[in-house]
């Protein structure tokens, strides 16, 4: 409320007006792509492809209906999609929240040298950290595996999901932590029953964030998976790489990629500055 | 309870990275799968090769223009959102929507969008004029690469930004107010050196962030038209699993995760001063 007031103290109609505009102008920009990605995936082959572009017409879920059939295939790289982000999701989160909680509350004598090796794992370009884990998987033969891909997953969401909830532990005081083990808690106990729930929140965001970091990934997935371990988005690119790309199939799996983040997304919006600015604003 | 987690982070951090230093010292295809010994071969040769040159050449470029595309757009963004009366945080939610957007998503839809015969931003291009191949043009394909990042990213740093300016303390506002001071006045004295911390955070994690994905580049361009978007990441995917090359690539790696190691530690000293 006060920064609405602060906001709106000496400004003339016309300078409000003004910025309106611009954040219309923005909004245009930011969204039609993603508006005509799914327009587009629910037309016909032919009104696809009419300029001057249509936005008024009959939907058609013929698209998705072929893709999903038994010829289409598609429920199947669905299903890996889902099995390796939730895996690794769930590994990272058990090892991340212990590991965080341990790192916001022990005085280790090279905690810094050990957050910053935490962040660089997180911060590697991601072709640098294919390329060995690509030449160790062959050798193990892990290539073509979803237990390789879950571990590739989890190269980038451990380090992400043990940093970030290093922050959020951090921001509960210890002091109820030691509350509790005065009244006879162990010291796992104290932080199972007293500072994980407090957590709670910063838990599901994490989660959510490291769910979307897998779903979203092509790179790893285009290297570590064979056919029958293919993800969604491997799927996506195969469709426009063959010839005579399908861009209504394109299209309508693209839109199944973004549309459970854009909702997850907008579910965890409170924490979203904090778990993409790796914590360092809050 | 952190035994577990160093652990695991360890095999899949150290354990690579000492495979890479190995990769990188040895004359290393998969066929034969056996490995000789090459000394210093592969550092010299990407050392040497022109080719590694220029595409750490267009990646500053990629980074440099886009990272201040995006820091103007979305702090100017940032600052339009944060003094609109009404309807904040609508404005804020459906801006920062791209961001859910997998980068492979992206770059489909960069593509999509851009075909000469049935692309939406290709026709309104035509409208005005314009009738080139943008992605198959050298000297359109990497504004258009750049194009797409700023898309996808800049919503970060008005997030960021934004976050930034709520935080703000009331009183120097308020003293530059009594002082008379004018809007102008008071973004460069008051709000920009308070918000600093938030962009130099922002900057951080994209130019980290830019240099770690490739998946744009990957779908749409594939390096090309005539070399015009191979940016150092896609030169080490090409080197690896294109030529076979992973001595060579394991060097081109280490030298891209010096950079961000670098910036890495730029990043937690910022992160520590906000902690005190």
Redesign the interface.
Known sequence: MMEQTRAGRKRGALGTAVLYVIVVIALIWALLPIVWMVLSSLKTQAGMFSMPPKFLFKPTFDTYRQMFSASGGFGHYLWNSVVASVLSTAISLVLGTLGGFALARGHFKRGKDLSFWVISTRMAPIPAVMLPLYLMFSKLGLIGTMTGLVFAYTTFNLPFALWIMMTFFKDIPPALEEAGMVDGCSKFQAFWKITLPMAAPGLVATGILCLMFAWNDYSFASVFTSTATQTVPVAASLLVSQEGVQWGQAMATGTIIILPMLIAGIFVRKYLVRGLSMGAVK | ??A???V??AI??I???F??IY?SLMN?T?NP?QPVFYQLHNWLSVLRDATYWHSWGRTVVFVVVGLAVELLLGT??AL??????KGRNL?A?????????????TG??G???LNT??G?YA?LLQCIGMNTDILGTTSTAMPAIILMDV?EWT??IT??VL??L??MP?EP?EAA?VDGASYWMKLRYVILPLVKR?IV??LL?RS??I?????TI??TTQGGPADSTKTV??Y??QV??QFQD?GR??AI??T??VV??F???S??R???R??E
């Open positions: 309870m952190l577990p987690s160093v695991i982070l899949i951090s354990v690579p990275l495979y890479m990769a290393y998969l799968d100017g963004l339009a959102i944060y003094h609109i009366p404005v939610t459906l801006w920062m929507l791209p961001l859910f957007v997998a980068p492979i998503v489909l839809l593509r999509f969008l015969t049935y939406m026709w898309w919503p970060l997030i960021i976050a930034g709520q935080a009331e506002l107010d938030a955070v922002a994690i980290m962030d240099l770690r994905y490739v998946d990957l779908i990441g896609y080490l995917v690896a699993f992973f690539a394991a790696g280490l891209m995760l961000t190691i910036l890495g530690k990043f937690i910022i992160f520590a906000g902690e």
